[in-house]
């Protein structure tokens, strides 16, 4: 993460490691456009429909 607002429990520096339980790499490759002009809008679009997020924070 390098902004999130404080609303999404999220903080600055937050990796994200699986969406709705399923690993970001997996879930990239299944859900994302390989197009760079487009993945910013594709992350945006999961995200905001995605249930749970699991996060590696470094020191908690």
């Known amino acids: 993460m390098i902004a999130a607002r404080e609303e999404t429990g999220l903080e600055k520096g937050d990796i994200i490691i699986a969406l709705d339980k399923v690993e970001t790499s997996q879930f ?14 594709d992350w945006a679009k999961f995200l905001v429909r995605t249930r749970s997020v699991t996060v590696f924070r470094a020191g908690k």
Do not use: L
């Open 28 to 41: 990239y490759q299944d859900n994302v456009s390989k197009t760079p002009e487009c993945q910013y809008m």
